[in-house]
């Protein structure tokens, strides 16, 4: 098992920037793919943004290419999404996953959750 814990969310004005950070738990953290989604109030979960297991694999919702990026340590055990220029229809509770066998993707994902950390983007 791992557990997830986000951090780096918080109000920005549309145009700034946030670095979202995903800390997992255990030894094995380099076993798991790693993805972020966020979910707007009123609306689904919706896909972000994943990592392979070794960080040389990233990808991206249409929606976010260009503005976010994904990364990881691994020996710090730890995710990162950076956002940039951020626009109000960002604004969610942004959630880490966890996936040992598949990437997560658009209707695919692991069995871990973070607690989320929520992003508020004013206009």
């Known amino acids: 098992q791992v557990q997830l814990v986000e951090s780096g969310g918080g109000l920005v004005q549309a145009g700034g920037s946030l670095r979202l950070s995903c800390a997992a738990s255990?030894?094995?953290?380099?076993?798991?793919?790693m993805g972020w989604f966020r979910q707007a109030p009123g609306k689904e979960r919706e896909f972000v943004a994943a990592?392979?297991?070794?960080?040389?694999?990233?990808y991206g919702a249409d929606s976010v290419k260009g503005r976010f990026t994904m990364s990881r340590d691994n020996a710090k055990n730890t995710v990162y999404l950076q956002i940039n220029n951020l626009k109000p229809e960002d604004t969610a509770v942004y959630y880490c996953n966890a996936d040992q066998n598949r990437v997560p993707a658009a209707g695919t994902s692991g069995d871990y959750w973070g607690q989320g950390t929520q992003v508020t983007v004013s206009s």
């Open positions: 255990g030894r094995t953290f380099s076993r798991y793919a």
């Open positions: 990592i392979n297991w070794s960080g040389n694999g990233v």
